[in-house]
């Protein structure tokens, strides 16, 4: 600020700055990229960290917000009717049949659900008639037929063995990985064959909210006076996943990196400025002789800096752009990148205004006489007091780096925390192990199970039961089958057959904000010792054998409910009927500290219960629901077919591999391991070209150093020697860091998700190990390459008057 009274100088300060730059191109080179590199890779690394969620949350955005059940013709068109909705798309499983080892699900879906809801192409149109169907491509496939859309077909759609010709009003393109088919039928042909036809109605909302609170709320408003109850409404993903409540794969530490980010590039900006600074004291000396005061050398070279920073943050921002976008195009949101783009030019501008304090107080404080003999290269270094001192190349080299003890750790750590971060993020990518963690969660004792069929030919068939596999189980159970056993046990590759309890329940508890979650599944069923086993891993409460079979009492996972709640149980009585009973819950569980203390099959249940207990309730006294097969990995696929085959001639069992799990759990982690890698490679890169940066701006300052040393008989050929062995010694003491640091960062982090997520086999990053130190010599090269070049053009004298 410029008082009335005062002379304002700021124009002749500008122009001593602009001309400052002008004069040093090589250090306002350096400057610019250092400050260019570090704003480009905390951009970059957090647009890539937000563009891999925000392509996550891609998967949600449009879709629907809420589900309403059981939902009716009167309902739907009242609903309709609502300016706040923006579509309906409609949805009913109506049954299943097999095809062999293939399930094969019948269901209802309207045009919207497919385009909006789940997001898949169509060839031709929804049925709309009794008489039309429509066949995912996958299924056309899979039965080696080439329809298209109005061929007139025969087809079983029930699976009873009653065909029928059909018109072919549509085919899906459906990416379908699972073991499973789908046939949609028309709303009139899903009416005849169904009692009473249970329609979900997937809804998207005239909202932007993403909380649940807002949603419902929003919710209730619309279904007044529709006839729809709040019992009916039930949250999609949609709120979990916008929220940020459900993440994809692993979160990157953004926060960390960008600290030490910054940390690394104030002080490489810090050490090439003052450097910079040193240069020109005599320069500062002769304008003070001149009339220049303190404050206004403190503010030409303040705004030097700052002018710095004003070219090299948007060249950052553009290029962090750039990566960013590359990474994630489908992540990329203008909005996050401009409010991230203003947070950083603001921190850019807050560190090099860090970064430039010494040095600027140096060049305010220096006086003339302290100018003159002022050496930019001598930093701290103490007088020796040894008689005699070897001058070869080697020991100059050792000393060189001794003096200035700070540059020289000051540059270990500059690769060397790079590096480390290179190794640790390439490990933690390289040891994600998808099939462990699948193994670990839900196939604890063999990548192969085998169930009891719910529904041994379809669902259709009049003597079909909702719980079907408590029916097998209770008149003829097929997994007790001594046969199939010793069928099992004599394939080779085989190791083990283990048989586990479970009978086929529905569990009713608490979802979020209010709403009701019904869960059907196999359940397990434990015997007095396995129960006594799960006391240990017990959160709270107490795992009593005979209290849980008199009170029906279960153990449920600790997200769901705690001790004391009241849970609803359903399943099939002996006489055929559902029975339908309130479980309290006497104890809770962490799933995970189960699975890895005390497993069972299934894996990662949602509730335990007593085998008397499940007697009671069904009458099932041979209550093996799976058979676990342990493999040998050279013989998977082999057991797998000659599994199918037996499955497929019993007909009442069915088929569960580890493989689909693999591949989901695969999904989740991919955008992770790819921005893991990305980010690594940002950050190496960065240490490589600051090192490079820094090393070249110390030889530039050394050059009267060179000078002297030749004046006194050194070749250059020994001053090459000298500089080898310099950056070698940098070179090494990086790499050791890197190494060091590196293996720690490894160990922490895979620590952490392997307790979390146990998805960790360790493996060295054998390839990015080579890549650091295949990088480290083409430092080491292009350095001195650069050496020999400067110094052949350097002369003795021109090196001295040069300073």
């Known amino acids: 600020m410029t008082w009335p009274f005062e002379n304002d100088t700021s124009a002749i300060t500008n ?50 917000q809420i589900a309403i059940l059981g939902i009716t013709d009167d309902q739907l068109s009242s609903l309709r009717q609502s300016k706040d909705v923006q579509w309906i798309g409609e949805y009913a499983a109506i049954g299943l049949s097999y095809s062999g080892n293939k399930t094969i699900t019948v269901a209802y879906g309207s045009e919207d659900y497919f385009t909006h809801q789940e997001e898949m192409s169509l060839q031709g149109s929804i ?66 064959l169904m009692d009473h036809l249970q329609v979900t109605a997937y809804t998207r909302l005239n909202t932007d909210a993403i909380r649940s609170d807002a949603i419902l709320d929003f919710t209730d408003k619309i279904i007044e006076n529709t006839g729809i109850v709040e019992d009916q409404i039930y949250l999609t993903e949609y709120s979990a996943v916008m929220t940020g409540v459900i993440q994809s794969g692993i979160q990157l530490p953004i926060p960390l990196l960008a600290a030490l980010t910054a940390v690394l590039a104030a002080t490489i900006i810090y050490g090439v400025f003052y450097t910079k600074i040193a240069k020109n004291v005599q320069l500062f000396g002769q304008l003070q002789t001149i009339g220049m005061t303190k404050k206004q050398i403190k503010r030409m070279a303040k705004k030097e800096g700052l002018r710095y920073a004003f070219t090299g943050i948007p060249l950052g921002l553009i290029a962090g752009l750039l990566i960013g976008f590359a990474a ?28 430039i304090f010494k ?237 890895e203390r005390s497993p069972v099959v299934p894996g990662s249940p949602y509730f335990m219960m007593t085998y008397d207990m499940a007697k009671n309730l069904t009458g099932i006294t041979e209550q093996t629901g799976i058979l676990a097969l342990t493999v040998t990995p050279d013989h998977f696929d082999e057991v797998l077919n000659v599994v199918q ?33 990305m980010a690594a490679a940002i950050l190496f890169t960065f240490g490589g070209i600051s090192l490079m940066n820094m090393l070249m701006v110390d030889f530039q300052n050394r050059k009267r150093e060179f000078g002297l040393l030749e004046a006194v008989g050194a070749t250059q050929k020994q001053l090459k020697a000298m500089l080898s062995r310099e950056i070698g010694i940098y070179l090494g003491g990086s790499l050791t860091v890197s190494l060091a640091l590196g293996t720690l960062i490894s160990i922490i982090a895979c620590q952490r998700l392997e307790a979390v997520n146990h998805c960790i086999s360790l493996k060295l990053p054998w390839l990015f190990l080579i890549a650091l130190i295949a990088a480290m010599v083409v430092i080491y090269m292009i350095f001195t390459a650069y050496a020999k070049a400067e110094l052949r053009k350097t002369g003795i004298l021109s090196a001295i008057r040069e300073e």
Do not use: W
């Open 15 to 64: 122009k001593l700055a602009k001309r400052s730059r002008k004069a040093d191109k090589r250090s306002k080179a350096f400057l610019l990229l250092t400050i260019a590199l570090s704003v480009c890779m905390i951009f970059s690394i957090i647009l890539i960290s937000a563009g891999a969620q925000e392509e996550f949350k891609n998967t949600q955005r449009t879709k629907a």
């Open 127 to 192: 049925p709309q008639k009794a008489n039309e169907i429509m066949l995912p491509q996958n299924y056309i496939d899979f039965l080696g037929e080439s329809y298209r859309p109005g061929d007139i077909i025969t087809f079983d759609v029930t699976g009873t063995g009653d065909e029928a010709e059909y018109t072919l009003s549509g085919i899906l393109n459906e990416d379908c990985k699972s073991n499973g088919y789908f046939v949609y039928l028309s709303k009139d042909l899903a009416m005849s």
């Open 328 to 355: 994630y195009p489908k992540g990329f949101q203008i909005k996050t990148a401009t409010v991230y783009a203003v947070l950083i030019a603001i921190v850019g501008i807050v560190m090099v205004n860090i970064a």
């Open 359 to 595: 040095p600027v107080r140096v060049a305010m404080n220096t006086s003339p006489v302290e100018g003159a003999r002022y050496l930019a290269y001598s930093g701290k270094a103490k007088v020796s007091s040894k008689l005699h001192r070897k001058l070869s190349p080697n020991n100059l080299a050792k000393i060189n780096i001794q003096r200035n003890r700070q540059k020289a750790i000051l540059t270990l750590v500059m690769l060397g925390v790079s590096g480390a971060l290179l190794l640790g993020a390439s490990t933690v990518a390289g040891s994600i192990d998808p099939e462990k963690q699948a193994a670990f969660k839900y196939y604890p004792a063999g990548s192969i199970l085998l169930q009891v069929k719910n529904h041994v030919e379809s669902s259709f068939d009049k003597e079909s039961e909702p719980y079907g596999s408590s029916k097998l189980q209770l008149e003829e159970n097929p997994l007790e089958s001594q046969t199939l056993r010793h069928n099992l046990e004599n394939t080779a590759g085989i190791e083990s057959v283990t048989a586990f309890n479970s009978v086929q329940m529905s569990i009713t508890f608490p979802g979020g904000s209010g709403s009701l979650t019904s869960i059907m599944n196999d359940f397990p069923t434990l015997n007095r010792e396995q129960l006594a086993e799960k006391q240990a891993v017990l959160s709270s409460g107490t795992a009593d054998y005979d209290v849980m079979t008199e009170k029906y009492g279960i153990l449920v996972s600790e997200n769901i409910a705690n001790v004391g709640d009241t849970l609803q149980l359903e399943g099939r009585s002996p006489d055929g009927s559902t029975f339908n009973v309130d479980a309290v819950v006497v104890g809770t569980y962490n799933p995970t500290d189960l699975m």
């Open 645 to 677: 085959e037996i499955a497929e001639q019993n007909g009442k069992i069915s088929v569960n591999t580890i493989e689909q799990t693999i591949k989901n759990i695969q999904y989740r982690y991919s955008s992770s391991i790819k921005a893991l890698y």
